[in-house]
């Protein structure tokens, strides 16, 4: 392929600026303002969006991984944890709705939809802890240093 001339930029100088603009994706998402106690369909819609910004963040900071310290790869295994939960949150909504616009009534159902919810809940409540850090300035200023930090290239 033919490259600009910023390919000619050393990675440890570009680097934080081509993971800066996912870092402020994903701090700047409406879905670390909800409280997630009982999520609605919006609410769900709006989690979901969160999940996917959160994937493609993480995607995209796993090719830099051995540019980076301990620190940033403990991020992205809570990141992958944060995907993980909003998944659980996003099943739920689906398998509850799915179960409501069904018109059997077959046996189990209500406990089906109880453990369901049991799994969101306990799915939210890893959220509220974990969104503490997103939502709080030493957790986001932590974030925007780590990705600053002058990094040693070892590819």
Partial sequence: PSFTSLAAMPLSTALPDLLSPAIARLLLHPGWLLDGTRPSRADALVFHDLRKTAKRTRYQAECFVACYGESFQA???TLKTLQERLGVIQDGQVLLQSLQESRSKKRGRGELAAAIRGRQ?????????????????????????MVLERVEIVL
Wanted: proline share 4%; no cysteine; glycine share 4%.
């Fill in 75 to 77: 991020w992205l295994e």
């Fill in 121 to 145: 809940a306990d799915a939210l409540a890893e959220w509220a802890a974990m969104r503490q850090r997103y939502l709080s300035e030493p957790g986001r200023d932590e974030l925007r240093r």
